[in-house]
């Protein structure tokens, strides 16, 4: 063969394999997808190893909108279930080279496209049409090449135009942290959507960041009582909140686990010393170990308290308020003694009326026996003490263990003596904090999902610190992990659905 043509051959075979190389090179991976669907606006967001090539078009009934995503691999890709109040459903299909993104809409809508060059993201907000502003008249199909985006909000294509902006209050805005995807919610409300990988898998997380400013914290009981049971959501639409999380641990029946007090007022306890996070009634927090420590004296006896608001256990007393309902629901193996004013002025077998302006004893065993005799008419003396300043909180909520003082991870579940099922392993975590800016931080991290492999305590009190925290309490996890903003759940709750709580945390706008 000759020399020449051999040369020739091995440049031609040379070059084609630089031009599949430089091929192969310039395809953006797609590696994830999250959907979003809020109040405002239905988001899709989807990440890349690089930003590809896309044009949008939408049918002339306005119910489809095509995305073309050239040169495109999604190797690996999974593909998440979107369908909103607005995205009917999204399906892909390959092309040649070309990944085709078919969403259905509901009628009366259009769309923005944004870009984000770092992270590397293009989103998709589908919204009502009255909510995009622009010329009706530009061009809405063009390419934008990668080279054209930048670090914040680089292009906004629409079905009426290619580079109008959206007149809601949500903007999303760049993050240093890469894999954060930030929107401000509304003013001094902002939302972080968090997804990494580490060794055990991907894990997605939200923090809500909320100026005090702006928002008041409060605690709020499921149902206004105990016991209830009522997933968040329910919770922060009573309240007539803009956004709330799980709070306590409690019980099958809804009784609260842990030292909580709302508006001045203790509505649980436990008989551990664990930690708690609470507000003075200037707004100052306050986080740390808490216990409680009560006695009634009545008829010239002092017996210690056994616990508020919860059931009553064997030789014991507990304190009902009107927290606990209407009446005390206890059985017939008891005493109580209903007290108005600081004096005893009904004494009863069992699930008595409780005072709106007072308190049920409900007394059983020994302790019944040293009270045997009491009478109407005695004087009542209760004393409730939580330790050092904490008597001068407004609301606590106890509920362990702490994760984060100071700014730096402070995990002390080993001496606060929880079970294994909190203490160890990878799980959905709930948490509230403060910034070191002084905001509020309410967080949620998913777990036992494939979206989201949990974290362990130690794991979730260092993305806290990552994430601002200056101060943070852990809140009940698991099932109960649940984030609601504008009515909307953030995350996945591991049962497939809101877990029913004992209380939540709900942000209130001042």
Known sequence: ?????????????????????????????????????????????????????????????????????????????????????????????????????????????????????????????????????GNTDAAQNAQVPAANTSNAENTANTSNSSSAASSSSSKTMPSAIDGDYVQQIAPGLVEHTYVYWDDYGKVSAWFLEADPARYKLVPVLAKGKIPGREAVSGIVARAGGVAGINGSYFAPNGDLIGVTKIDGQVVGTTYYTRSAFGLKKDGTPMFGKISYNGTVMVGGTTVSVGGVDCERGEDSLVIYNRAYGATTGTNEYGREYVVRNGHVTDIRQNNSPIPADGVVLSVHGTVADELAGVQV????????????????????????????????????????????????????????????????????????????????????????????????????????????????????????????????????RK
């Open 377 to 508: 008419g005695d004087a009542v003396k209760i004393t409730e003490d939580l330790g050092d300043d904490w008597d001068d909180a407004d609301f606590i909520i106890g509920c362990g263990p702490r994760l984060v003082a100071n700014g730096r991870v402070y995990m002390t579940a080993d001496e606060e003596d929880f079970p294994a099922d909190i203490r160890i392993g990878r799980a959905p975590r709930s948490a509230v904090g403060i910034t070191k800016d002084g905001k509020y931080l309410l967080a949620v991290v998913d777990g036992r999902q494939s979206h989201s492999v949990g974290l362990t305590l130690t794991d979730w009190a260092k993305l806290l610190v990552k994430f601002g925290a200056r101060d943070a309490l852990n809140l009940d996890g698991g099932g109960s992990s649940d984030l609601v903003i504008n009515g909307d759940v953030q995350n996945s709750p591991s049962d497939g659905q809101e877990r029913l709580v004992g209380d939540g945390l709900v942000l209130v």
């Open 1 to 133: 063969m000759n020399i020449k043509r051999i040369g020739r051959r091995a440049a031609v075979f040379a070059a084609a394999a630089v031009f599949l190389m430089q091929s192969f090179a310039m395809a953006a991976g797609l590696t994830s997808m999250r959907f979003h669907s809020g109040s405002e606006h239905d988001r899709v967001v989807y990440e890349f190893s690089s930003l590809p090539v896309y044009t949008t078009s939408v049918s002339a009934d306005g119910r489809t909108l095509t995305l073309d995503l050239a040169d495109t691999s999604y190797q690996g890709f999974q593909e998440v279930p979107a369908k909103g109040t607005r995205i009917s459903s999204i399906s892909y299909n390959k092309k040649g080279k070309h990944l085709i993104v078919t969403m259905k809409l509901k009628a009366g809508l259009s769309y923005q496209v944004h870009t984000l060059k770092n992270p590397t993201r293009l989103f998709v907000d589908v919204l009502p049409s009255s909510e995009v502003t």
